[in-house]
């Protein structure tokens, strides 16, 4: 049988979707992950849930250990979906959204494994667990845009991008975060399938008239919890 790991927040675990059975402690030759793992159920089956900023949501994007993450979590797992926030890089993306990101670019805080020995891989976003989540979400007619052909770029951070960054990314990308594209390399250089789902919870700087405020990325990002708890779980129910 699958287990699903999950890549999330604490909106996640303190939810009455997933049932906590049991956590385990994790070390790994990477360090300590970000928290310790939570088992539990989500759909009537076993899935395993990692806290990407910590249980007490206090790790900066820059220093998450992201390979004791995806490592520790491989232990338990056979299949990661990793649950993040975004910014929209244009203007005709509806906030709040949420994307199934087709795929990504990280040119400059790349992360892995092999720093002892020479070895390309490709990455990529799962094509299965991909078509699962669209279907799910498409055939559910969420109260919320769904985006299924973004492509994601990560920034290093903590800060937000300057006016003219996000003027050179929308050339490239529709948005922009901060940790996903890190989970997915990782996850393909020790061949685990790895998906996400994103919500899109602002604007970049300087597109439309908003001013960006961290309360408020927060605030929409409940806003379309409800449907990421709902996609999650069916996908669960699927396995």
């Not at 385990?24 to 088992?39: C, D, Q």
Request: with cysteine.
């Amino acid at each position: 049988m699958s287990t699903l790991g999950i890549i999330g927040g604490t909106g996640f675990k303190d939810s009455k979707t997933f049932q906590i059975t049991d956590t385990i402690t994790s070390e790994t030759s990477w360090g300590t992950p970000s928290s310790p793992l939570y088992r539990g159920t989500i759909g009537g089956k076993d899935t395993i849930l990692l806290l990407r900023h910590g249980a007490d949501r206090d790790i900066p994007p820059h220093r998450i250990n992201h390979r004791a993450n995806i490592y520790a979590l491989n232990r338990e797992a056979d299949r990661i979906i990793g649950i993040s926030s975004a910014g929209a890089l244009h203007d005709n993306i509806a906030v709040p959204s949420i994307s199934i990101p087709e795929d990504y670019v990280n040119l400059w805080c790349t992360e892995t494994f092999y720093d002892e020995e020479i070895k390309h891989i490709t990455p990529g976003l799962s094509t299965n667990i991909r078509k699962t989540l669209i279907e799910i979400a498409t055939e559910k007619e969420l109260d919320i845009d769904l985006r299924t052909e973004d492509t994601y770029v990560q920034t290093q951070g903590p800060r937000l991008e300057t006016r003219a960054e996000v003027r050179f990314l929308s050339g490239y990308a529709e948005l922009v975060g901060m940790t996903m594209a890190s989970e997915a390399t990782l996850s393909k250089e020790i061949n685990v399938d790895y998906a996400s789902i994103v919500s899109v919870d602002n604007y970049g700087h300087g597109i439309g008239q908003e001013k960006i405020r961290y309360e408020d990325i927060v605030k929409r990002a409940k806003t379309s919890w409800a449907a990421v708890l709902d996609i999650i779980n069916a996908y669960a129910e699927g396995l």
